[in-house]
Nanobody, 121 residues
Framework: QVQLVESGGGLVQTGGSLRLSCAAS????????MGWYRQAPGKQRELVAV???????NYADSVKGRFTISRDNTKNTMYLQMNSLKPEDTAVYYC???????????????WGQGTQVTVSS
């Protein structure tokens, strides 16, 4: 069974930094695109950043220039470096990955359990 486990969330003041990690484990053949999403109270889940298996990246306009997504394919791990944090970044952050379990299977989406990020003003 595949698991995605996030870590690194917490409470930080405005202007501070946090680094989130998402580690994939289990019987994995390959991982295609990976991404970070977030959901604030009363709002829909939104895409924060995505990174392909070839390390191309894309960001939501609200985090461009402040957040950096990266991945270490040798460790099946993805990161999100978050700098210059703002109160509006407060949310539960989820990692997502498109994972193939076998070479002959299509990739399917897996989600982590989420990690809380709270930015105080």
């Amino acid at each position: 069974q595949v698991q995605l486990v996030e870590s690194g969330g917490g409470l930080v003041q405005t202007g501070g930094s946090l680094r989130l990690s998402c580690a994939a484990s289990g019987s994995i053949f390959s991982i295609n695109a990976m991404g970070w999403y977030r959901q604030a109270p009363g709002k829909q889940r939104e895409l924060v950043a995505v990174i392909t298996s070839g390390t191309s990246t894309n960001y939501a306009d609200s985090v461009k220039g402040r957040f950096t997504i990266s991945r270490d394919n040798t460790k099946n791990t993805m990161y999100l470096q978050m700098n210059s944090l703002k109160p509006e970044d407060t949310a539960v952050y989820y990692c997502n990955a498109a994972i193939r379990l076998k070479s002959y299977l299509r990739a399917r989406d897996y989600w982590g359990q989420g990690t809380q990020v709270t930015v105080s003003s």
